[in-house]
T-cell receptor, first 111, second 114 residues
């Protein structure tokens, strides 16, 4: 089967840096994705790692270590609008690109 | 705007009833995915269609069914509804870019079963 673990809540202040970790267990693995979801909104794609290492997109970076079955999302220069839920998701073997999502991390950014 | 259209936005119905949720994928996307999100829960994968054919199944109840039509829009049918079926139902469509799997989500249909 497939399972993902990520913290349920993280709190930070504006301007700070926060890291959201994700560990996964999967019978096969193609890549790790991150999605952001504001309350009442739709998930939106943030980042994808298919290979080990760091991917940077503006203020957001994502890291993957396939040998450790571990990844993280790094959010820099936090803004109030970054308050949302963040989901890691794996694409596993035989998945035809289906995503298995973690339970999500609710990030609260305070002034 | 993701380009994925879901209708209706809200649906209120009673237990035992049947409803149909509709999804139009982004232009050119052949894959459609359905997800269920209960209150304060993660996204549960239900089913995937690719170019009209079922490709993958997740935790989809037997009371639920889906199909993808020749014009690539998809419908999710929920029958014999129970209170526990109240949730947000999302549709997504995907494109592969250099091996990435990027899914674009619609705004969702909020189903309330009373």
């Amino acid at each position: 089967g497939q399972s993902l673990e990520q913290p349920s809540e993280v709190t930070a202040v504006e301007g700070a840096i926060v890291q959201i970790n994700c560990t996964y267990q999967t019978s096969g693995f193609y890549g790790l994705s991150w999605y952001q979801q504001h309350d009442g909104g739709a998930p939106t794609f943030l980042s994808y790692n298919g290979l080990d290492g760091l991917e940077e997109t503006g203020r957001f970076s994502s890291f993957l270590s396939r040998s450790d079955s571990y990844g993280y999302l790094l959010l820099q220069e936090l803004q109030m609008k970054d308050s949302a839920s963040y989901f890691c998701a794996v694409t596993g073997s035989g998945g035809y690109n289906k995503l298995i999502f973690g339970a999500g991390t609710r990030l609260a950014v305070h002034p | 705007d993701s380009g994925v259209t879901q209708t209706p936005k809200h649906l209120i119905t009673a237990t035992g009833q049947r409803v149909t949720l509709r999804c139009s994928p982004r232009s050119g996307d052949l894959s459609v995915y359905w997800y269920q999100q209960s209150l304060d829960q993660g996204l549960q994968f239900l089913i995937q269609y690719y170019n009209g054919e079922e490709r993958a199944k997740g935790n989809i109840l037997e009371r639920f069914s889906a199909q993808q039509f020749p014009d690539l829009h998809s419908e999710l049918n929920l029958s014999s509804l129970e209170l526990g079926d109240s949730a947000l139902y999302f549709c997504a469509s995907s494109v592969d870019e250099r091996g990435k799997n990027i899914q674009y989500f619609g705004a969702g249909t909020r189903l309330s079963v009373l």
